[in-house]
Every structure is written in structure tokens, then in C-alpha cells.
């Protein structure tokens, strides 16, 4: 009952369709041909990564994946749905410490239960989703930015547990972190392990555990935005009375999406904690937080593909400007007074957030959508994949007016442009013409 | 029971500069519907401005310099960026703030580096006795001045012209606009009066018994998002009364923090945040928000 409404319309809602389209077999047109080729590219490439590159690519990788699988979550909640959340980095403090603390064996001051590892990053996975779901309450009642600031609070709420529970995180210097071992297999240095004459270390392994993880994770949540779930998530974005009108149980939405959220927090918690081998309660802070807000607004609100981009964006910035800051202008090194490469990152990307807003709703996805020139639906899913449009929730007329192109709307003097930007295009459905 | 009363005032004293910088995050929600991430780097820009000039100008010119320019750039994050953002979401502008927080925090805490700096205020660490109570003179001064600070602002929200068109526009923005309130400049005037609010909280905040401006300050700044939305983030009423509420909060658990060893160190510095999370489970709309009625 609830999406009936939408699914009359044909153009209902472009991105939900274009993400099931991507999941449903299709024939070999053109179109699926050419995305088949590009999938498998990016696959032989992923694959071929570790025996080319050198250790540092890798390390950055990896903190790249459990940055996308982080982000990916977040672009749930706050991207699809509308809830602005700082608390991100808790979740991932709480999957990586449950994993810790789950799978060590105890030792000196810091206990351990010594489960296999498989089984705690599962259930670390699942704390997670506890700690969410305990904040359900505040989470399913608080809208938008008013989550943001009670998120807040499991930040410094959260680093302070962090910092006092010893015996679980070590305190102010952490933990080392249990190698991941899968049926056998040690994900770590030893024992020696030489693939096609390349030597298999803890990263090169890692490597393959983190695509996996990732891949798993990004088509999981198509899953959920392409199908009935999304839909009602997005509608909660637009116009939380319409979706309560249409049958969404709003509350319990809103908390179910911070609860799965917070699992896939959690989920890249276990994930960096394996990448760096060692936990510290400093790192889960709120600049942590803000870190993974950049870098979905920056990727692309509201979708998959735009959560992985802005996280290899803004998780390879530092590293890059770290590695070839000799070579840049204006970058110094730590501690020479000038401005350090973590500190350049991070205002770059501060700024690449605003500028995004400014000149580029729809973020580097919507960018890589603007420069091909593609069928009227497409372009209009990129378009949804930012809630950064007025027109949506007052106009009910909007989206399909929008989706016709130009042309087609009979007006005159705006002939054969199809290709227009945004702003227009909302001037045209905020102010359509008399004779419509 | 001296203890207590002395923990009290310090505690009332903090929450009345906790109440000015939530009545300029308050200022700017109601006038322009955006919730002010940057709020705790304007504060750190004013007190920045305090701290490296007044060697050479002198206290109170360096004051008024700094209000100055954290009001400036109030102004010129809402005129650049808040009225040009290409969105009308209030979610994508909170999210814009923050991008304006982070470039402003990194390179004030760049500059500021591991130093601690003085705001050299005439009131250094004299200590007033009250009875059998001691306390700093510079919280004294700080209730003073944040009683007098939003005394007048509640008045001129309610006298003056600027005031009634600010009303307006929180109450329905269009309808202001068409009686010929220049919404440009509600919305612009709104976040300048915030950054100079801010401003004098973050000479409060870096006096004594605290040993100056240095890295921390912003985090202490964080402490009024809790003020702000535990009163209601519509309501001024609401700032001042979260504004205390945390101040005083603070202050008891930190002052009897052996009492309370079993919450572990610097409870007090997380307690506000308890507390929000406390009110907001029973009344999600703050303690004096309004809950906004829907027509459809």
C-alpha cells in the first residue's frame, strides 16, 4: 500500500528503478553490455591491486574500503532518509573493541573471551546494532538535524566509556587487534604465503577480506535502497506526514535505518581495526564522525556508488598529501609550523563539502553523471540523489513534470535542451507555465 | 554545604556563558532554520582575535575587536555560503556548517598549535569572598555580563524594529518578506549577532579558574549544543534555562567527582551530554520547544 502511489507513476522514482534494473538480469543491449564490461574491469582490477602495488597503496586501500563500508551506512541514514547523525564514529568504536575484546585471549590487565574470530566479528557486527537500537528511542522520534546534535552525545559519551573501560579497550593506548582467521586461513604476516611470486603479507590479504566485505555491504544496501525499504526512506526525507499518510510506520523506520546504520558502522570498525592492527580510543572521536559526513556529502548523498567515492576521496586525501608533500606547495612537513598534510586534508575537504553544496548537489557522482550525456530517467536519478530539492515534497506534480525533457513539454523558446541544470529545472517545476 | 554553594555560583556562572552562545545558536535557527554546526569555531575565531592582539592594543580594544570580527565572519558564512547553497534542506545546510566548522577549526587549532594563550583580562585570579563563599571574580563578571547581554537581547527582540522583523521572519519567512522585511538582512544580521555573542562567551570560557585559549576551547564550546536543544532550539526562553541546566550539571559532578568515582574520570566534562540524552528520551522536543504543528 504504501509505494503503490509511486509505482503508478512511470517515472515514479528514478533512482529506485535504476537500481533495480541493475540488479535484475537483463538482455545484452548496449547499455548492460557496456555496464558488464565495467563491472568486470573494476573487479580484474581490484583483483589485480596487491600483486602490483606497493604496501602503502594497500594500507590506504584498505582504510578506504572500511571508510566505504562506514560511509555506505551512514549514506542510509542520513543521505536516504534524511537523519543527520555526528555518532558514526561510535558505532565503529564499538564494532572494533567488541571484536577485540571478543576474540583476544585475556591477558595482563586486558580480559578477552578468545572466541574464534569469524564469530566475534559477527557478533561485534551485532553489538552495533544493539547500541543503535538502544538509542532508538531518540533516534526514531528526533528528525534531521536535531539527531545530529543528540548524536552528539554517544561521541562524548562514547570516548569517555572508551578511555575508562580499561579491562575492554585498553585505555588511552588500546589494544592490538587478533588477526582475522577464516577456516584456517590467517589473515596476518605469518605464516608465509607467496602468490604468482608475490609475497602474501597481512595486507595483501587483508586486501581481498576488505573487497569482499565491501562488495557484500554495497549490494546489500542497493538491495534495501532499490526496494520498498528505500522507498519509504526516501519518502520520510521529503515529506514525513506524506509518508505517514502513505502508510510508513515513520518512528519505526527512522529507528530501524539508525539501527542497520549503526551496524554497518560497526561492520567498519571490525574492518579497520584488522587494517591497523591496533585500536585507540583517540581515533573514534567526533572528527572521525564529521570525516564520514564529508564524505558522503562530498561522494553523493542518498546513494551506494556516491558513499564508496567520497569515502576513497576523503580517507586517500591525507595519505596522498602525506606521501607527495614534498612535491606540493604550501603542504609542510608535521611539526615544522607551517601546515601539515593531515591538517591540508582536512580543510580541503572542508571546503570540498561547501563547494559541493554550492556548485554540485548530487557530489562527484552526480559530476561523473553531468559529464555523460545520458536518457532523460538517468538523469533524473542522479538528481534524486540529492535531498537538496525544494520542489519535491510541496509539488506533487513535480517529478513527472520533471522527467519529461524540455522538449517535450510543448513550451516555447526552450527547444532541444535537454541537458539542463538543476537550478532550471526546479524553476520549471516551481514555476510552470500558464498554459499548463 | 560551602562547598556546594560555591560549586553552585561557578555552576551558574558557566551556564550563563553557556546561555549566550545557546542564544546564538538559537538566534540563528530562528531566523534562518539552519542548525549551526560552525558555532564553536565563530567562538574560537573571536577568542583567537582576543588572545593575539591584546598585547599590543590592550584588553578592552582587543575585546571589541574580537567581537567585531567573529561577528564578520558570522556574517560572511551567511552571505557567501548559507544564502548561495543551492538547497533549500535544512539538513544539507547543518551539513554545510560543518564543512565551514571543519576548515575554520583546523586552521585556528593549526595556529593556536600546543600553546595556551592568555586573553589578558584585568580580572586575572582574584578571588571575592562572599560570607564564607570564595569565588573567582571573573565568573562574578561573567554572570554580570551574560545577565546583562541577554536581558538586552530579549528586549530588543521584543522594542526594536529589528527585533519584531526578526520575529517575523522565524514565524513564517514568506509572509515577513511580502510586508518588506529584507530577509537578507534578518538572516545576516542574525549570525553576526551570534558571532559576537560567542565572541564575549569565549573570553568567559578562557579566564580564570581555566589557564587560557588553547586546542580544548572549541570542545568546551561544544558543551552549548546540549544547552541549546535541552531548552528547545526555538526557544530563547529554552537557552538560557538548558544554558544553566548544564552549567550547573557540570560544575556539581566535576566538583564532587570522588563522590562519583564509579563514572570514571572527567565525568564531568561528559555529563552535559547525559543530561541531553536524559531530558531528550522524555521530551524530545527540549524542555520548552514547541513541537510544530503540521497542516497538510
Known amino acids: 500500500m504504501s509505494d503503490r502511489p509511486t509505482e503508478d507513476r512511470p517515472t515514479g522514482d528514478g533512482r529506485a528503478e535504476g537500481g533495480r534494473a541493475g540488479a535484475l538480469p537483463r538482455g545484452l543491449t548496449g547499455n548492460g553490455l557496456a555496464r558488464i564490461l565495467t563491472r568486470s574491469a573494476a573487479v580484474a582490477v581490484a583483483v589485480a591491486v596487491p600483486f602490483y602495488l606497493e604496501g602503502f597503496w594497500l594500507q590506504a586501500g584498505l582504510f578506504a574500503m572500511s571508510a566505504a563500508v562506514g560511509a555506505i551506512g551512514l549514506n542510509l541514514l542520513t543521505g536516504a532518509t534524511g537523519q543527520l547523525s555526528m555518532g558514526h564514529a561510535f558505532f565503529l568504536a564499538v564494532g572494533a573493541y567488541c571484536y577485540v575484546h571478543l576474540s583476544a585471549e585475556p591477558e595482563g590487565g586486558l580480559g578477552g573471551l578468545g572466541l574464534p574470530t569469524p564469530l566475534a566479528a559477527v557478533l561485534a557486527v551485532l553489538a552495533a546494532g544493539v547500541a543503535g537500537g538502544v538509542f532508538s528511542p531518540i533516534a526514531g522520534r528526533l528528525k534531521g538535524a536535531y539527531l545530529g546534535i543528540a548524536t552528539l552525545a554517544l561521541i562524548f559519551l562514547g570516548q569517555h566509556v572508551l578511555f575508562n573501560a580499561t579491562p575492554v579497550t585498553g585505555g588511552y593506548n588500546g589494544r592490538p587487534v587478533p588477526p582475522m582467521e577464516l577456516f584456517g586461513f590467517v589473515f596476518a604476516d605469518s605464516p608465509a604465503l607467496v602468490v604468482a611470486r608475490v609475497p602474501f603479507g597481512a595486507l595483501e590479504r587483508l586486501w581481498f577480506l576488505g573487497l569482499a566485505v565491501l562488495v557484500c555491504a554495497a549490494v546489500f544496501a542497493r538491495g534495501v535502497l532499490a526496494g520498498r525499504p528505500g522507498r519509504a526512506m526516501n519518502t520520510i ?74 569515502a576513497v576521496f576523503v580517507s586517500m586525501l591525507p595519505q596522498l598529501l602525506t606521501r607527495y608533500g614534498d612535491a606540493l606547495p604550501l603542504v609542510a612537513q608535521p611539526g615544522s609550523g607551517g601546515v601539515s598534510p593531515a591538517e591540508a586534508a582536512r580543510i580541503l575537504y572542508g571546503a570540498a563539502v561547501v ?82 | 554545604m ?21 542564544l546564538g545558536f538559537v538566534i540563528i535557527f530562528r531566523a534562518t532554520e539552519v542548525v549551526n554546526f560552525a558555532h564553536a569555531s565563530l567562538l574560537l575565531a573571536g577568542g583567537y582575535v582576543v588572545a593575539r592582539l591584546h598585547p599590543s592594543i590592550g584588553f578592552w580594544a582587543a575585546l571589541a575587536a574580537g567581537v567585531a570580527a567573529a561577528a564578520a565572519v558570522g556574517a560572511l558564512v551567511e552571505f557567501l555560503i548559507i544564502r548561495r547553497a543551492n538547497t533549500a534542506s535544512h539538513g544539507v545546510l547543518a551539513i554545510v556548517t560543518i564543512g565551514v566548522d571543519i576548515v575554520l577549526t583546523t586552521e585556528l587549532t593549526r595556529r593556536i598549535g600546543t600553546d595556551v594563550l592568555a586573553l589578558g583580562d584585568p580580572w586575572r585570579d582574584r578571588v571575592v569572598r562572599l560570607g564564607p563563599v570564595s569565588v573567582a571574580e571573573t565568573r562574578l563578571v561573567a554572570l554580570a555580563v551574560a545577565a546583562a547581554l541577554i536581558a538586552a537581547f530579549l528586549l530588543a527582540f521584543r522594542h526594536t524594529g529589528w527585533g519584531v522583523a526578526m520575529r517575523a521572519t522565524a514565524e513564517d519567512a514568506e509572509a515577513a518578506a511580502l510586508m518588506g522585511v529584507r530577509r537578507g538582512r534578518v538572516s545576516m544580521g542574525a549570525w553576526a549577532v551570534a558571532g559576537a555573542l560567542a565572541a564575549v562567551a569565549a573570553l568567559f570560557l578562557c579566564v580564570f579558574p581555566t589557564p587560557g585559549l588553547d586546542r580544548g576551547t572549541a570542545f568546551a564550546a561544544m558543551k552549548a549544543f546540549p544547552a541549546a536543544i535541552l531548552g528547545g532550539l526555538d526557544s530563547t526562553t529554552g537557552a538560557l534555562a538548558g544554558g544553566l541546566v548544564i552549567g550547573v550539571t557540570e560544575t556539581l559532578v566535576t566538583g564532587y567527582q570522588n563522590d562519583l568515582a564509579f563514572l570514571g574520570r572527567g565525568a564531568g566534562d561528559v555529563a552535559p551530554f547525559l543530561v541531553m540524552v536524559v531530558v531528550l528520551l522524555i521530551r524530545p522536543a527540549g524542555l520548552f520547544g514547541t513541537k510544530e504543528p503540521a497542516r497538510v
Do not use: C, W
Open chain 2, 2 to 22: 560551602t562547598t556546594f554553594l560555591e560549586l553552585l555560583v561557578n555552576g551558574v556562572s558557566i551556564g550563563a556563558v553557556y546561555a549566550l552562545i545557546a
Open chain 1, 237 to 310: 526525507r521529503d515529506h514525513e506526514i506524506a509518508a505517514g499518510v502513505m502508510g510508513v510506520p515513520v518512528a519505526r523506520y527512522r529507528a530501524g535505518v539508525f539501527v542497520l546504520s549503526s551496524m554497518y558502522g560497526g561492520l567498519a570498525g571490525v574492518l579497520l581495526a584488522l587494517a591497523f592492527q591496533r585500536t585507540v580510543p583517540e581515533y573514534f572521536g567526533l572528527l572521525l564522525s564529521l570525516d564520514y559526513l564529508a564524505m558522503i556529502v562530498i561522494g553523493g548523498l542518498g546513494s551506494v556508488a556516491g558513499a564508496v567515492a567520497g
Open chain 1, 355 to 436: 563547494a559541493v553544496v554550492l556548485f554540485l548537489p548530487g557530489g562527484l557522482l552526480g559530476l561523473a553523471g553531468r559529464l555523460r550525456p545520458r536518457p532523460a530517467r538517468s538523469t533524473s536519478s542522479v538528481r534524486r540523489t540529492s535531498p537538496a530539492d525544494p520542489a519535491r515534497p510541496a509539488d506533487p506534480a513535480g517529478p513527472d513534470r520533471r522527467a519529461v525533457p524540455a522538449a517535450e513539454t510543448g513550451r516555447a523558446g526552450k527547444p532541444g535542451k535537454p541537458e539542463k541544470s538543476d537550478r532550471t529545472s526546479f524553476k520549471t517545476s516551481l514555476n510552470p507555465s500558464p498554459d499548463d
